[in-house]
């Protein structure tokens, strides 16, 4: 954590801007998405993000970890098991990504914008029937 403020050395004007910084880019938030619901391996992220490289992934991973986002836990097995989970800082940042999804999706219907949400829609089912099992 005291690598992280030494990092953060930057005067931001707004805790929005800081905000920002930390979830930025294409990839974070919908990583954090993706973990909310608990652990997920490294693969299991890749095939539920379309068109990220695992180059980008890896990068993003890092990322996240490092501004105490989300843990990378390594079971020492051959071959090794690698799996990401939300930290409690994290978690706290759900409900925003819950608002970010909500009006994202109601922008797309007020503008015509052309959103294919099956893919994610599928993935909330899905998770919806694990979740009441």
Known sequence: MEDLKEERNV???CP???T???VK?????VILWHLRLGPLRFGQLQRRLPGVTQKMLSQ???KLEQDCLLTRKV???IPPKVEYSLTEVGESFIPILHSMYSWGKNYSKMFGVRVDTSFYEAILEYERKQKNR
């Open 20 to 22: 920002m910084d930390i």
């Open 60 to 62: 993003q991973l890092l």
């Open 75 to 77: 079971y020492p097995i």
């Open 11 to 13: 005067k931001f004007n």
């Open 25 to 29: 880019g294409k990839w974070q938030c």
């Open 16 to 18: 929005l801007e800081l």
